[in-house]
Every structure is written in structure tokens, then in C-alpha cells.
């Protein structure tokens, strides 16, 4: 939350436990409204007057069409640059500039980008002009991903529903941690929840980064680190995959690595625990194996779904709209 008030979401640290049930709570409300014809038409009356930029100059497949179709359920409307080729930069317009301009149009600026740190500039400049918007991180280069975190908590949340929740739970994260955003916005969270251990599964060279242990030691959340799922598997409540994220190749390539050994198919599940999860927050590679999407403890389609709701209760939440829901 920014020092003027204005709620942006730009990294993960920023939620606390409170506005984490908040918002999971937020999202269960919109997701069983929205059920019936009703409940849909009550939900597209929330906010017919705030408009939407979406800026997405990185590809997005999921999080562009959840984001799009969150604001659509709440009524609002929408606009879209997807991609730096067509927007005034091209002229030489500074960042600063595009922003300040999306601005002027619409009440809320939801943004990716391939580097990180610009969703943070983006705030930042939100925090000193006369008419500031929020700004949405919907993926910051190899750095944050905060709403693909919070659809993560959502997931698990609902997932052990009947197993007291996320706390006490062992749950490994698999793959390229060094460069997944996904991973490094989760695992800020979980200081959130009691009890937590953490399993990082992950080949050499690809190991989740310094700042993430020392964020997760200073605040006391247990974790191991590993280079093999099969040290692990058999403890753990979730599994986390993720892909190779070779698209930071050129700016930050670790060598070579043997993934075969981070994938996941019909063979690793036949020692994964009755009452485990897998999750990933797609698009997949060679790691998950498409013989295992219809096991019951794959939630990644979940998630997909998950992802649309969370985004109505955050929007929900930035514009104050709990009040009209009836939600507490
Ligand atoms: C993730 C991303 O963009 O970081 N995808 C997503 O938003 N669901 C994960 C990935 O691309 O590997």
C-alpha cells in the first residue's frame, strides 16, 4: 500500500495475513454470486463507471484474459496495449510519460512487463501526480508476479479447506527459481501462514535466490534447499512446478541443466502423498506431463479459474466495493 493511500499491488510483501483472508474470502463471495443470473448481473453493477488500462508489453496468455475478464464481471471497461510496437514509445515517449497518459483515461493501470522494477516506477510516479490511479504488477520480468501469488495462496487455501488450511503445511517449489517471478512472489507470503516449511527443489545453478532465503530467515519460515524432488516427495502436501525460463537466456543464462530431472508425469506421482497437490502456474513445458492433468490432485485448471476470481476481489478490494457485496 502506498504512503498516500492509494492501494497499488507491486510486490508481495505488502499483504499482510488479515488482507490475504480478506481477499480469499472476497474472491469465494464473487465466485459463488456470479453462479447465477442474478448474482452476475448484481456483480457487473459494482463498477460500470472505472475503466481499465491494460498494458502488456510481454506475452500473457492467462493472466491477460483473467485480468480482462475480472474487470469485465465487475462491469468495467477496458482498454489494451499489448505490445511497445504500437504505443508512442516508439516516437521516443518516455515510460514516465505512457503512464501518466494511460492515467488521464483510465482508473486503474494493470501492467507487464519483461523488466522488473517498472510496475514499482509505475507507482511510484502514481504516488506524485494530482490525479493518481493504481497500478497493478501483473508480472515484472524474472522479479514478481503478485497476483499470480495471491491466486497461488487461493488455491491452497481452498485446497486444504478441510485440513486447517495453509498453515502447518510442507510445500516444495520445483524448477527454475532463480528466474521464476511466480516462486519469488509465493514464497514472500508465506511468513503469512504458522508453521510452513518449504522444499526448494531445483537443478544446480538455478537455485532460488539469496534475497528470497534471507527474507524468509528473517522471518523465521523454515525452508531446504535440494536438488532432488525425490529427497522430498513423499513429505510433502503441495508441489509447485514451474518451467524453464529460458526467455531470460540472453541477460541471465546459468548454463546448461539437465530439467528431465524437475518434471513431473504418472511415474513421480506414484510416490507423491493421497492427499497432496500439484500445482503450476502454466504455461507448462516438457516438466508436467499432460498424462497427469486428470488426476485428482492436479489443480493447475484450478488455478487458471482461481486467477479470474482473485482478480474481482482485488479489484474489488482497491475500489472499496466489499461494502456493496455484503462481505466482511
Ligand atoms: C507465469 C509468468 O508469466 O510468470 N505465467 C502466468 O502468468 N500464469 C509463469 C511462466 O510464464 O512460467
Given amino acids: 500500500m502506498a504512503s498516500s493511500g492509494l492501494f497499488h499491488v507491486v510486490d508481495t510483501r505488502q499483504f499482510d495475513r488479515p488482507m490475504l483472508d480478506r481477499l480469499c474470502r472476497l474472491a469465494t463471495h464473487v465466485r ?16 460500470p463507471d472505472r475503466r481499465a488500462m491494460l498494458y502488456f508489453t510481454q506475452p500473457s496468455t492467462r493472466t491477460f484474459l483473467s485480468f480482462n475478464s475480472a474487470c469485465h464481471i465487475l462491469g468495467m471497461q477496458t482498454s489494451e496495449i499489448r505490445s511497445p510496437s504500437i504505443s508512442s514509445e516508439v516516437k521516443g515517449e518516455t515510460f514516465e510519460d505512457s503512464i501518466r497518459t494511460f492515467s488521464s483515461y483510465a482508473d486503474v493501470i494493470i501492467m507487464r512487463t ?8 509505475a507507482a511510484e510516479l502514481m504516488d506524485s501526480i494530482p490525479r493518481p490511479v493504481p497500478v497493478i504488477n501483473a508480472g515484472s520480468g ?7 501469488a495471491l491466486l497461488d495462496i487461493y488455491t491452497l487455501e481452498r485446497s486444504f479447506e478441510r485440513r486447517g488450511g495453509i498453515d502447518g503445511k510442507t510445500i516444495a517449489m520445483m524448477g527454475d527459481l532463480r528466474r521464476g517471478r511466480t516462486v519469488r512472489s509465493l514464497s514472500y507470503l508465506m511468513k503469512n501462514y504458522s508453521q510452513v516449511r518449504l522444499r526448494f527443489v531445483a537443478p544446480p545453478g538455478y537455485e532460488i535466490r539469496r534475497d528470497i532465503l534471507d527474507h524468509l530467515e528473517v522471518h523465521g519460515v523454515a525452508y531446504q534447499s535440494t536438488s532432488r524432488l525425490e529427497d522430498v516427495i ?6 509447485y512446478v514451474t518451467r524453464l525460463q529460458s526467455e ?17 508425469g504418472p511415474e513421480q506421482l506414484k510416490n507423491f502423498p493421497a492427499d497432496a497437490i500439484v500445482m503450476h502456474p502454466l504455461p507448462r513445458g ?3 506431463d499432460p498424462a497427469i492433468d486428470n488426476d485428482p490432485r492436479v489443480m493447475y485448471w484450478r488455478q487458471e ?11 474489488a478490494a ?11
Avoid: C
Avoid at 142 to 148: L, R, Y
Avoid at 234 to 239: K, M, P, R, T, V
Fill in 32 to 47: 459463488v454470486l456470479a453462479k447465477t443470473k442474478a448474482g452476475a448481473q448484481g456483480l457487473q453493477a459494482l463498477a
Fill in 114 to 121: 519483461p523488466e522488473g522494477g517498472k510496475a514499482a516506477r
Fill in 142 to 148: 524474472p522479479d514478481q508476479h503478485p497476483t499470480q
Fill in 234 to 239: 513423499g513429505e510433502l502436501d503441495a508441489l
Fill in 248 to 264: 531470460y537466456d540472453d541477460s541471465d543464462q546459468p548454463g546448461k541443466a539437465d530439467y528431465a530431472a524437475y518434471s513431473i
Fill in 286 to 288: 516438457p516438466e508436467l
Fill in 305 to 315: 479459474r482461481n486467477g479470474m476470481w482473485m482478480r474481482v476481489a482485488l479489484l
Fill in 318 to 328: 482497491i475500489f472499496e466495493l466489499d461494502g456493496s457485496l455484503n462481505v466482511n
